[in-house]
């Protein structure tokens, strides 16, 4: 089922000081970016920290919530450009703040990452990080990308520390002049999460191909994610078509929802979709590891990346990846060895490089066991989260963060506060629920 928005918008309980704990607050900006939480949120509290969740409303939110073992209080907040429910979302997440107390607070995706940050800083949180999980100016132009790379640099600006989530997003960010070196971080070799590496493991699940309508000896060309243009949809349709006039008995099969988003696909080819023969969308899908088990290469056609989870989930399932030099993408692959790499937006790129992965067996498998050996050595989930909760407990025993941002908001800040929360006094009366499971 689609990740569907949750009427429960509420908060209770607000305790800033619960057994004493020190308390961590990350917020998103979509419910559906929980999908890129699992497991970090449950290693932070069990390493003993209290964690809450702040994030629009949805039933990924509240299933976050139970599985992970946090809190979890839900924010409207819009993804696209909107001022005045920016500005009433901004009013709610420094009154929460100056609630909750927390002695962290990690903001990601663009519009939380902004509307976070900045509360976070109004509200004197003494550590705060902002953690770059994507570029999204990367795909804009115009006057859109300088207000989104404007928004970028406020979004670091109000942090101590910018954590990037790979090599190349690092990178882009220095070049970008989002914050100076010093100030942009990185966990080992990046990734949010890692791999649960026994969970997405080799395999061939033939029931379900059985289920999806594709015959068993049938070559498979994966995609998992959003379906939108962000994503490469478009070019991995066009370049299908190309594939089965060569192998006319190969499938594409398409683990996603259609997103509602900006870059969203175009009716003409949601309906190529729907009525082709040899295309299966899934819709969205709760746990995606069995549907790896059914490809034979997975594609990423992608034009922009933090660090794709969904290649070392096919990495780690024994599946060659197809994807792109975008940022992020490209640190997800070692190229000719655990997959290829191709420039975005060719359709022609993609058809050539499936063909021939399709049309090497021997090949096809070598790279498959050497995709989930890098793995299991680099992006286990134990490890990543391991160097995750290292950094949290270093950067929050870090004397000179301490030192500088300890004490509560200046009178400059609180008054700032005051008046955003005047401006939207009518929605905060609205009472904000928390769910502790």
Request: with cysteine; net charge positive; proline share 6%.
């Amino acid at each position: 089922m689609h990740p569907t928005r949750s009427p429960r918008t509420t908060a209770q309980g607000l305790d800033p000081n619960k057994n004493g704990q020190r308390h961590i607050v990350i917020g998103i900006t979509s419910a559906q970016t929980c999908l890129n939480l699992t497991g970090r949120l449950h290693a932070l509290r069990e390493a003993g920290f209290r964690v809450t969740l702040i994030s629009s409303p949805g039933e990924l939110l509240d299933r976050t919530a139970a599985r992970e073992g946090i809190a979890a209080i839900a924010v409207p907040m819009c993804r696209e450009i909107a001022p005045f429910s920016d500005l009433v979302a901004l009013a709610r997440l420094v009154w929460l703040l100056l609630r909750l107390r927390p002695d962290l607070a990690e903001f990601s995706t663009p519009k939380a990452g902004l509307l976070g940050s900045i509360a976070a800083l109004l509200a004197g949180v003494p550590v705060r990080v902002y953690m770059l999980r994507g570029l999204k100016l990367e795909t804009a132009s115009g006057w859109k990308r300088k207000l989104l790379l404007a928004a970028e640099r406020v979004s670091a600006a109000c942090a101590h520390v910018v954590l990037c989530n790979s090599q190349s997003m690092r990178a882009e960010a220095l070049a970008m002049g989002l914050a100076p070196a010093a100030k942009l971080d990185l966990l080992g070799d990046g990734s949010s999460n890692g791999v649960d590496v026994e969970r997405f493991s080799p395999g061939r699940d033939s029931e379900l191909r059985m289920k999806l309508g594709i015959p068993g000896a049938a070559p498979v060309v994966g995609f998992v994610g959003r379906l939108t243009r962000d994503k490469g949809v478009p070019e991995l349709i066009e370049a299908f078509d190309v594939i089965l006039k060569r192998q006319p008995q190969v499938h594409l099969l398409l683990v996603g929802w259609f997103d509602e988003a900006e870059d969203a696909l175009s009716r003409s080819i949601r309906a190529r979709i729907a009525c082709h023969p040899h295309i299966h969308c899934t819709g969205f899908v709760s746990d995606t590891a069995p549907y790896y088990r059914t490809m034979d290469v997975m594609v990423l056609p992608t034009w922009r990346e933090g660090f794709p989870n969904v290649v070392l989930e096919a990495a780690a399932s024994g599946v060659p990846v197809v994807t792109t030099l975008a940022t992020g993408s490209r640190d997800s692959v070692l190229p000719e060895v655990t997959g290829l790499l191709i420039p975005p937006g060719y359709p022609q790129a993609i058809s050539e490089s499936v063909l021939r992965l399709l049309g090497d067996s021997a090949r096809l498998e070598k790279m498959g066991q050497a995709a989930r050996a890098w793995i299991c050595r680099r992006y286990a989930d134990y490890l990543v989260l391991g160097m995750a909760v290292s950094f949290y407990k270093r950067i929050l025993s870090q004397a000179p963060i301490a030192a500088v941002s300890a004490e509560r908001p200046a009178p400059g800040a609180r008054a700032a506060a005051a008046r955003l929360l005047a401006c939207a006094r009518a929605p905060l009366r609205a009472t904000h629920k928390a769910y502790v499971k």
